[in-house]
């Protein structure tokens, strides 16, 4: 079943959209970790240091304030999902290296390969089986601009992490969304039950870039490719209570590496923010020849850079940091 974007504009909740116009404001991580204020990771950080113009994504060293997120928290309240907070929302950008200043343009240096927030195994308060961690894609929506169906796609890029698990005893699985159910924390639909706790990871799929800017601030359908939500259980801050993943439709996306953003490889990134991995990398610019520069590559580098649909070596690192461990049934 397929939906036109008229109609998908209905989705957002009562009152979201009155926060567009909102300023948003930098302030650092400390303010952010004691008053328990949301950060967004592609909002641009500059400095005059140097000569260069620098951009920290990682949402962790440097956040952003937004009311747009914090509005959400207070209809979460009024709808009875008081146990949960939204805390933080990871993305991927699209860069574009023209038009910078001489020298170098730095446009990301990020080295957090884990995120402050993380799974807990067998945590009875989000219906856990087991170790597993479960995941669903809310079919009516993924579909990439009109007609590119984006659901295999996206279980690939579980499958990718999943099978990384060698000794771990984590394990992904797929759910299917319950009849009658919308996924979503931060969306409703009509006609449908808004149940966020379908699964642990919920894809809500491709949605109008308008949605971004009600929620992320202005600017962000031009520039944000994907965005995870992440939601904490409000009593441990540090514990994920469930994710939720959103796809700019403002794109032209691709899944057979021909041409537009590939589906597979922004799947990939940010299902591994899901999974609770941080931006790693640092990219940059010279801007005598226009060359950029990136190192290491990565899956989990903050801008997108073209299709990668493995994990490469920082990637394999944060997998073993954060489920190493996860214990066996």
């Not at 023209?98 to 240096?109: D, K, M, R, S, Y």
């Not at 993943?245 to 990939?268: K, P």
Request: charged share 15%; hydrophobic share 40%; aromatic share 10%.
């Amino acid at each position: 079943m397929l939906f036109s974007k008229k109609v998908l504009t209905t989705l957002l909740v009562c009152g979201l959209a009155i926060f567009m116009s909102c300023e948003e404001s930098t302030i650092s991580n400390d303010t952010v970790e004691k008053e328990g204020l949301l950060s967004v990771d592609y909002v641009e950080v500059e400095s005059a240091k140097k000569g260069k113009n620098t951009t920290n994504t990682g949402g962790i060293k440097e956040g952003v304030y937004s009311e747009h997120l914090a509005e959400i928290n207070s209809q979460l309240a009024e709808k009875g999902f008081d146990n949960i907070k939204l805390v933080m929302a990871e993305t991927i950008t699209y860069t574009s290296n023209g038009g910078f200043q001489a020298g170098q343009t730095l446009l990301a240096n990020d080295r957090t390969k884990t995120l402050p927030s993380q799974w807990q195994p067998n945590d009875a308060r989000r219906g856990a089986s087991g170790n597993d961690l479960t995941h669903t894609v809310f079919s009516p929506f993924a579909v990439a601009n009109g007609s590119i169906n984006s659901e295999p796609d996206i279980d690939a890029s579980f499958e990718t992490w999943n099978n990384l698990k060698k000794n771990s005893g984590l394990d992904i699985l797929k759910v299917p969304t319950p009849a009658g159910v919308f996924p979503s924390a931060i969306l409703s639909f009509p006609g449908l039950t808004q149940n966020p706790f379908a699964a642990d990871i919920s894809t809500i799929g491709f949605l109008p870039g308008s949605f971004f800017d009600s929620v992320l601030g202005p600017g962000a359908s031009a520039s944000v490719l994907g965005v995870t939500f992440t939601f904490t259980w409000t009593a441990e801050p540090n514990v994920i209570a469930l994710k939720e993943v959103w796809y700019n439709d403002n794109f032209a996306w691709s899944n057979d590496g021909s041409s537009g953003i590939d589906i597979e490889t922004v799947a990939l990134h940010e299902n591994g923010h899901a999974l609770g991995f941080g931006h790693f990398g640092r990219i940059f610019v010279t801007n005598g020849n226009n060359k950029l520069h990136v190192a290491p590559r990565a899956v989990m580098n903050a801008s997108y850079l073209g299709p990668v649909r493995e994990p490469l070596g920082t990637d394999k690192a944060s997998f073993s940091n954060v489920y190493g461990n996860w214990p066996k049934d």
